[in-house]
T-cell receptor, first 116, second 118 residues
Framework: GENVEQHPSTLSVQEGDSAVIKCTYSDSASNYFPWYKQELGKRPQLIID?????GEKKDQRMAVTLNKTAKHFSLHITETQPEDSAVYFCAASIPLYGGATNKLIFGTGTLLAVQP | KAGVTQTPRYLIKTRGQQVTLSCSPISGHRSVSWYQQTPGQGLQFLFE???????NKGNFPGRFSGRQFSNSRSEMNVSTLELGDSALYLC?????????????????FGPGTRLTVL
């Protein structure tokens, strides 16, 4: 079935260290992989995404990598800051055969705590 | 541009009642998706509407339904509420431009409606 596994569920790092969150998806037809950051009591916000025709994408302190063969994708945050503390969700888009869809399957989230 | 808005922000209902939630997408966005967020199950896809038609549906019972209007605003309805329906209901809108491969459209979330069923 459609499934996205995300690890770890919690991650505590010191300010300035790097953080890595990993996800695995099940549907090989997935073609779009966004990452969302959700601060307490707020809406999920897109922070970076990657499409299936690209292996890596960087945006300032964030980078995502995609391994389509292994069906793995990861988020790397460098030089972490206290304001990076939040829940991070990975997601995979599930195309509908023969049609368009914006269905996203989400991972279970990673609570990142950056200690000052 | 104004972001995605949802009303009401908070709702308290009792078991057996029904509820209607509203979502106004970003101007120009034609796709609206709905998600249920709970601590135990995370974010789960309910359904997606595009041009007033349901384009995809998740694994929720028929008590959950929705519709989209010609101005792209969307509503979702939950009938015969159960305690387990207590959750944050999020909608997300997408531009869905022609030419972009299916499923590769950025989704922007609203603030959510917090539903509590007593």
């Amino acid at each position: 079935g459609e499934n996205v596994e995300q690890h770890p569920s919690t991650l505590s790092v010191q300010e300035g260290d790097s953080a890595v969150i990993k996800c695995t998806y099940s549907d090989s037809a997935s073609n779009y992989f966004p990452w969302y950051k959700q601060e307490l009591g707020k809406r999920p916000q897109l922070i970076i995404d990657i499409r299936s025709n690209v292996g890596e994408k960087k945006d300032q302190r964030m980078a995502v990598t995609l391994n389509k063969t292994a069906k793995h994708f990861s988020l790397h945050i460098t030089e972490t800051q206290p304001e990076d503390s939040a829940v991070y969700f990975c997601a995979a888009s599930i195309p509908l055969y023969g049609g368009a869809t914006n269905k996203l399957i989400f991972g279970t989230g990673t609570l990142l705590a950056v200690q000052p | 541009k104004a972001g995605v808005t949802q009303t009401p922000r908070y709702l308290i209902k009792t078991r057996g009642q029904q509820v209607t939630l509203s979502c106004s997408p970003i101007s120009g966005h034609r796709s609206v998706s709905w998600y249920q967020q709970t601590p135990g199950q995370g974010l789960q896809f309910l359904f997606e509407y595009f041009s007033e038609t349901q384009r995809n549906k998740g694994n929720f019972p028929g008590r959950f339904s929705g519709r989209q209007f010609s101005n792209s605003r969307s509503e979702m309805n939950v009938s015969t509420l159960e305690l387990g329906d207590s959750a944050l209901y999020l909608c997300a809108s997408s531009l869905d431009p022609s030419g972009r491969a299916h499923g590769e459209n950025e989704q922007f979330f609203g603030p959510g409606t917090r539903l509590t069923v007593l």
